[in-house]
């Protein structure tokens, strides 16, 4: 039985098609696909295109090849984000994604920072859809929308399968486990992964990159990521956007939740980074303990190295 999903963000896609604990365990193995054409696509054209995203985004472009799967983040002078969008280069053009209901002003800000580069933007979301085939090695694909079936095959999982294998995964989705404060240092830990598959810390100047530079290598993030484990014998996930409590005091956002098919409820939060990693919280209602992601100490690592202490 086929249920889609009729409110949110992903409203007109699958939400499951009748087993959402057996298509998790069949997306996890690789051998399920997920139709995501509910969701924006467009292309960036042009001699330029690489050099110029590289100016103008958190990602190094100027050394993307093709066929390698990228993110990348536009953020303002402040070091936050408000754009981000997932691209694929064939050597000629590159094939993006972005969040529903955000394509508009991504397209826009993007056409205003053109001037005088030799690009070209398009949105192709009518013509092509964004599909992630069963153990795609390059992440979602962009197809015409004639060969959507035949690219993800008979076995398919749904959007509650893909989130729940997300949000266990601790992979945050922008606009929804973020908000209009985030900055991309609160979102990985610097000693894992640098700041995430989005950010480039060795490349040239961009909008933004003085706050992530100075955070990563001199101060600690106000927030910090956290995946959280919720109580099973509450019939519910909290509402994304609740505040995250402690001993009655918020100390974060509740962003997204799902029902994962071995950790049982689950859902990611930004906290502020001095709550207790130990300290058990309460959010909507339910009980809630915590799943580190991002090192509350990110940041003093560099500094013994620099005779700074961790004051």
């Known amino acids: 039985m086929t249920t889609k999903l009729t409110e949110g963000v992903d409203a007109g896609a699958v939400w499951h098609y009748g087993d959402p604990f057996r298509e998790q365990k069949a997306l996890v193995a690789g051998k399920a696909g997920v139709d995501l ?6 292309t960036v054209s042009g001699a330029d295109r690489l050099k110029w995203l590289n100016d103008i985004t958190s990602q190094d472009f100027a050394n993307l090849a093709p066929g390698r799967p990228t993110v990348a983040y536009i953020l303002d002078a402040q070091g936050r984000l408000t754009h981000v969008f997932g691209a694929l280069d064939d050597g000629q053009t590159l094939w993006c994604h972005t969040e529903p209901g955000h394509l508009e002003p991504l397209l826009a ?4 920072m053109v001037f005088a580069a030799r690009v070209e933007i398009t949105d192709i979301s009518e013509e092509h859809a964004l599909v992630l085939p069963p153990a795609s090695e390059q992440g979602p694909l962009i197809v ?21 294998v997300r949000i266990a995964s601790g992979v945050p989705r922008i606009f929804l486990d973020t908000d209009e404060k985030t900055i991309p240092n609160e979102l990985a830990n610097p000693e894992a992964n640098l700041l995430g598959p989005a950010v480039h810390l060795s490349k040239g100047c961009y909008p933004g990159q003085e706050t992530v530079a100075r955070v990563y290598n001199l101060g600690r993030p106000p927030r910090r990521l956290t995946q959280l484990l919720l109580d099973g014998s509450v019939d519910r996930l ?5 505040d995250v409590l402690l001993d009655g005091v918020a100390v974060g956002r509740m962003g997204t939740s799902e029902r994962h098919y071995e950790l049982g409820p689950i859902g990611l939060a930004l906290l502020k980074r001095g709550t207790p990693v130990d300290a ?7 009980p809630a303990a915590q799943e580190i992601l991002v ?7 560099w500094r013994p190295e620099r005779g700074l202490g961790k004051a």
């Open 37 to 42: 054409s509910h969701r924006p696509v467009f």
């Open 238 to 242: 909290p509402e994304r956007g609740a």
């Open 109 to 112: 800000w993007l056409r205003r």
């Open 144 to 164: 015409s929308r004639e060969e959507v079936e035949a690219t993800l095959g008979t076995n398919l999982a749904g959007i509650w399968a893909m989130e729940a």
């Open 280 to 286: 058990e919280l309460l959010v909507d209602g339910i």
């Open 295 to 301: 090192d509350p100490d990110a940041g003093l690592h």
